[in-house]
């Protein structure tokens, strides 16, 4: 394995500081009134500096986009090693991702316009967090196959019928409108989870 030079590391190290002070803006103002000018100010560095780092203000807000998609990945990820049925993981699973998807629109909405944006543009990054989220599912759906919960052929097949039938209750601008409409949206989720469950042969 190669080993990374100084100059790497500072550079990585440049990156990461100015996304701190990006998401910071991002959080408080929300990502359409963020400038690049106030990025630089709080930094104490020119506009043009932070373009060698970048190279547009749509690679931050990808960057960023991505930082919020990534924590998310690693908590579904630590779901999916607790030692617990396949059932009972795949369930909480569905609850938690749910829950935070609307969370963020009531309660950090800058946050939720800029996945919003991603989502309504189609930004790679939010291909990529599906396929990471229908990863994670897979693993889940092949264990409950394994330990007999589940009683679908196809565990590929079945985790992207779960993220399908799931959609309405993640896609942040379903779960916003469902939210304006004064929708019970837990009671909508556990239907269509157990749905879900039926439809894996669980029980």
């Not at 617990?84 to 309660?107: D, G």
């Not at 269509?192 to 469950?197: D, G, H, M, S």
Request: a neutral charge; one cysteine or more; proline letters at 3%.
């Amino acid at each position: 394995m190669r080993r990374r030079t100084p100059m790497e590391i500072d550079v990585d190290l440049s990156r990461a500081r100015i996304l701190d002070v990006a998401e910071e803006h991002f959080r408080r103002i929300g990502y359409q009134k963020t400038s690049m000018a106030d990025i630089a100010s709080c930094l104490g560095m020119s506009s043009a500096n932070i373009y060698r780092f970048f190279p547009s203000r749509a690679a931050i807000n990808r960057s960023i986009c991505g930082r919020f998609f990534a924590e998310t990945a690693q908590f579904a990820d630590s779901i999916a090693r607790m030692q617990v049925p396949a059932q009972e993981k795949l369930v909480s699973l569905l609850n938690i991702l749910h829950q935070k998807r609307r969370t963020t629109f009531i309660q950090e909405k800058p946050v939720h316009d800029l996945i919003v944006a991603a989502t309504e543009d189609n930004w790679a990054i939010i291909r990529t967090h599906r396929d990471q989220l229908v990863a994670i599912i897979g693993t889940m759906v092949e264990e409950g196959i394994e330990a007999g919960e589940f009683s679908v052929d196809d565990a590929a097949q079945a985790a992207r019928s779960v993220m399908n039938a799931f959609t309405p209750f993640y896609h942040p601008v379903l779960v916003e409108q469902r939210v304006r409409n004064g929708e019970d949206t837990e009671e909508g989720l556990h239907e269509q989870i157990r749905f879900i469950l039926k439809a894996l042969g669980g029980f």
